[in-house]
T-cell receptor, first 115, second 114 residues
Framework: DSGVTQTPKHLITATGQRVTLRCSPRSGDLSVYWYQQSLDQGLQFLIQYYNGEERAKGNILERFSAQQFPDLHSELNLSSLELGDSALYFC??????????????FGPGTRLTVL | QKEVEQDPGPLSVPEGAIVSLNCTYSNSAFQYFMWYRQYSRKGPELLMYTYSSGNKEDGRFTAQVDKSSKYISLFIRDSQPSDSATYLCAMSADRGSTLGRLYFGRGTQLTVWP
């Protein structure tokens, strides 16, 4: 158990809908990362937050947005869902964002299925 | 071309075999090199990391980095059925706007049969 929690474990929804994925980082970690894992693309970085502020953006679609709250939990919002958004979404956390290296601990993931 | 390339396999070996997993990369700014292990329906967990070139050993696992060739390897000695998982290489830069961001290979699915 990494200490990172994600809810829900599974989500099944229809095209055009909107969903929210939730992540609670490990105690003491200030930085949260979101990743998407699909069979054809592998694990892709979406976005990073550090202590409530957006720190870095990867290949995140405009239909997706995220935020980190004062209690450091984070939410990833996916809207106007398409079939191709079906994937595993992982949250990871680390102590800081400004150290040259700090280990990222991954949560168990949310499996999103868009029908 | 993806920044990190990894043969997805699958790779199937008998128990006790030596396993070699590899990744190549194109970004010379990468300085941290990691191997993650991911069991089915679980999140990735860090196995080993190395900084810059060289070797690092941890029990049955050895990580090697050759920056001149932009090539990294993970060796598993005396492989066990419990090693059956997907192994992902990951890399990050040590400075600049992408600091902290991990770039992953697609993962190699390994099965060790008894």
């Amino acid at each position: 158990d990494s200490g990172v929690t994600q809810t829900p474990k599974h989500l099944i929804t229809a095209t055009g809908q909107r969903v929210t994925l939730r992540c609670s980082p490990r105690s003491g970690d200030l930085s949260v990362y979101w990743y998407q894992q699909s069979l054809d693309q592998g694990l892709q970085f979406l976005i990073q937050y550090y202590n409530g502020e957006e720190r870095a953006k990867g290949n995140i679609l405009e239909r997706f947005s995220a935020q980190q709250f004062p209690d450091l939990h984070s939410e990833l919002n996916l809207s106007s869902l398409e079939l191709g958004d079906s994937a595993l979404y992982f949250c990871a956390s680390s102590v800081a964002a400004t150290l040259s290296y700090n280990e990222q601990f991954f949560g168990p993931g949310t499996r999103l299925t868009v029908l | 071309q993806k920044e990190v390339e990894q043969d997805p396999g699958p790779l199937s070996v008998p128990e006790g075999a030596i396993v070699s997993l590899n990744c190549t990369y194109s970004n010379s700014a990468f300085q941290y090199f990691m191997w993650y292990r991911q069991y089915s329906r679980k999140g990735p967990e860090l196995l080993m990391y190395t900084y810059s070139s060289g070797n690092k050993e941890d029990g049955r696992f050895t990580a090697q980095v050759d920056k001149s060739s932009k090539y990294i390897s993970l060796f598993i000695r005396d492989s066990q059925p419990s090693d059956s998982a997907t192994y992902l290489c990951a890399m990050s830069a040590d400075r600049g706007s992408t600091l902290g961001r991990l770039y992953f290979g697609r993962g190699t699915q390994l099965t060790v049969w008894p």
